[in-house]
Structure formats: C-alpha cells, structure tokens
C-alpha cells in the first residue's frame, strides 16, 4: 500500500502541475525527491538490525525473501543516515519554501532572502546531524571530561531536539501560511479554490511523512570507546506500538482522500479554462436579439442610404437638397458605424487573465483618449504602491476607455471639464476610480446604467452597449463595478479588482 501510493502521489503531481518551469512546482518536486530519498534510506537503514519480520511487514509489506535480502546486503550505514536527514530536511524545507512561493507571488526579492535563510539553517541542521561531526563532538566530550564535556553533550541533546522542533515549526509555519492565503487573501474564485487543493493535497503527504518520521532527524550514531567501532542506533519505529496498526489504515485514507481531491482539481481546472466560455454565454445571450436587431436597423439604413444617394444625383442642382441628403448619408453612416461597434462588443470575447498592475490599461486607455478633445484635463492619482490584479489588460484597457468616452461625452461643451482617476488599494481590493464633473444622472438611472442599449444620451451615435460592455469584462475578471452620480455634481465610476 505504501508504494501504491506514494507512486500515485507522484503521479498525482506530475500530471496536474502542467507549468513545470514555475518555482512552485520546482519545490513541489523538492518534496518528492525528498519524500523518496528518506523512504528509501529508511527501509535500508532497517535492514542493517534485522527488525522483527511482523513489525516490518506490518508497515512496508515486504515479502520473507525480500526482506532477507535486505538483511544480508551490506549498506554504509553512515551513508545511509545521511540520505536519510538528507531527504527528511529536503522535505520539509521544500514544503516550506513552496508555501512561500505561493502566497508571496509579487515578493521575489524578499522571497529570495527567506529562502536563502531556509537553506541555511537546512545546512546546519544537515552538518550537524552528520555522523562524522556527531562522533567528532561525542570524542571531543568524552577527551575534556567533567564539566565541560557533559556540558557539550548536554548542548548536543539540546540542539537535536531544537532543530527536531524546528521542523515542526517549519511545518505549521507553511500550513499556516498556506491557510491564511486561502482565509485572507485571494477573492478569485478560482485562486480560492486553487489554494484549496494545494492544502489539502498536501495533508495526507505530509501526516504520512510524518507518521513515519516524526523523531527526525536524529542522531542515530554512538561512539565507543574503541576507536572505529560505533553503535548504529534503531530509529524507534517500535516505540509506538499504534501507530504501526493505524499506519496502514492512514495510507489507504490518504490514496482515497488524494483521489478525491485529484478529481476536484481536474474541476477547477476546467473552470479556470472554461471561464471564457462562462463569460461568452452570457455576453452571447445578450446579443442574441442585439444582432436580430441590428440586422433589420441596417437593412432599413441602406435603403435609406440608397435612396438618399439617388436623389442627392437627381437633385444635384438643388444646393438646399443636396446639403440636406448629404447630412442624411453622414447620419446613416453613423449609424452603421455604431451598430458594427455594437456588434463587436457584443461577440464572443476571450479573457486571458494574467497578473498586472492597474496602471497598465489606465496608461493604455489615457494614450487613445488624449487623441480626442484636448480641451478636457485629465488627472491621474496613485497610491505609492499601485496594486496588481489577475486581467486581461486589453479587454480591461477597453472597459477603462469607454468610461472615460462617456465622461468626455457628458463634458461637451463645457469649458472647465475635466476627468480625474485614482488608482488604489482598498480592503485587498484594486480600485480605478474615475470622476467626470459632468452634470450627472438622476438617482433613477443609475439602477439602470448597466443595462444593454440603455443610454441617457440622445445621440445616435450612443446604443448604450459600452456600459453593459465594461459590466461583463469587469465581473468576468470576478470583480465588481459601481457608480455613484448625482445630478449637476459629476459621476463617479468605480472597478474594484481582486488584488494579488
């Protein structure tokens, strides 16, 4: 059962981490190496005492020959428990590091000095748990005698069991980032559910690692007081008596639970790539009648065009006419082209959401609108840390920019307009403010402003899809927009974006 399922484990692993290039899989694999490397050392290491068969077979299954082999080979035991602190350490370092590079995403300078400390303090452990320095200190102390040297064997027991701990410190610290990340931090529901796995991925790894080696690492050699002989100590796999009963129970849990959660995952998966398809059906359901609609206003145009042209050629002598017809054809040229716009934000739209900041669609949305009228003056304020968010900056530079569109239509006309955008933090949320000192909406509109092909303004040019437009790009990234105006004080357009 043991090899069943750490051999799923792995497999498990190397299926769902498709980005094996990131630095959090990379510690993930630290995890299975690790997991592998102190597995195997510590079955050899058992070996060398000729364990009671039942014990043994009670928790690795081992075969009567399979075992005698073992017994009868002849390993380097220090070579042994070196693999064996050597995999125990790499386990749960990279544990924890893996945690750090999870949830600490946008810090990769202040990770990069977490850890270079992880790695050293997993060095010193590793060095001092190494049986040449171990029996090097335990000759220093027997050569200095009473009391230095029972003080320097006190301080070895004392330091064995201060990095021991430290592991389980290291352990609950990565847990507990873990779960703080997941409580606290994301508001994506696909990242939740992301970090969800991850926890729950890791717990039955980690308790059977822990079942298995919760005394290490330790020093499991003891000098004697004949120079190169030494005393290999037994790990105490049967100081516990229940918990080699239990153990193989806890291992057919763990594989179930593991398969489980593998099957939940596959499902976030499948929303995380499915989460255009999500955003096209509804933008689709909306355009259903937007394009019947849209059909039948541009039959009616091009007839009226045609017959607009017609009689501009049959009255091309009657200035007064002609001036009117050809007023008419802009009006219908208008017309078709705020339908073609209608129609192109309506179609099926594709998100693909990658971390960034918020400055990035507001400098791109900025660059268009300052080719329009330079009359408005538009201000940009930020926070000193501008927070990032998962977007998709061109669709999201499009929602930007047709806020400020309408802004600059609300403020035709008048001399001081001017446009004012904030970007900012709030609640772990990203937030683009943008402020118009127009003359505002009715409080009755407002619950309507959302709404595909309503508009306030009476032009024809307006079909009142850019709102409903910049609605569905905003909730598709899983955040949230809202206005706030009052009549002859301006409106204000807030989207908040989930911060990471």
Known sequence: MIYFTLLFIVCTILITYRKRNSLSTRFMFGMIVGWVISFVAY???????????????????????????????????????RMLNGGILLFTGSLLCFAVSFTRTS?????????????????????????????????MAERLGEPWGERLTLAIHVLERSFRYAGYGMIAAAFGMLLNYYINYPKIRFLK??????????????????LLFSWAPKNLVIATYLEGYYNYQQPPIGSYPLTLYVFPYVV????????????????????????????NKSIDTASLGARAFTHAVKNHLLAVRSEAEYLREKHADDSDTAYSLDLMLKSCSAAMESINDAVHKLKSIELNLQPSPLDVPVRQALTRFKQGDPRIQVTVHADAVIPSAYMDTQHMTEAVYNIMENAAES??????GSVSIHLGLQDSWGMIAITDNGPGMP?????????????????IN?????????????????????????????TTFRIYLPAV
């Open 107 to 139: 810090k990769r300078q202040a990770n990069a000095k977490i850890y270079a400390v992880i790695a050293l303090l997993l060095l010193i452990q590793y060095a001092f748990f190494d049986p040449g320095l171990q029996i090097a200190l335990q000759g």
């Open 193 to 210: 559910n992301y970090a969800l796995y991850h926890i729950l991925s890791l717990i039955p790894v980690v308790l059977i690692h822990f």
């Open 43 to 81: 079955t050899l290491y058992l070996s060398k005492f000729n364990y009671y068969y039942n014990i043994i077979h009670t928790v690795f299954n081992f075969s009567p020959g399979t075992w005698n082999y073992l017994v009868l080979t002849k390993f380097n035991a220090n070579m042994l428990i």
């Open 411 to 416: 403020l035709a006309g008048k001399p001081d």
């Open 462 to 490: 307006n079909w009142g899809i850019g709102l409903s437009y910049c609605h569905k790009i905003v909730t598709g990234h899983d955040g949230k927009i809202s206005v706030e105006s009052k009549v002859g004080q301006g």
């Open 443 to 459: 409080e009755e509109h407002l619950d309507m402003i959302f709404s595909p092909f309503f508009s306030t303004k009476p032009s």
């Open 252 to 279: 057919f849990a763990a594989l179930t639970f593991l398969v489980y959660i593998t099957f939940k995952y596959n499902s976030i998966e499948v929303y995380h790539k499915n989460q255009d398809v999500q955003i």
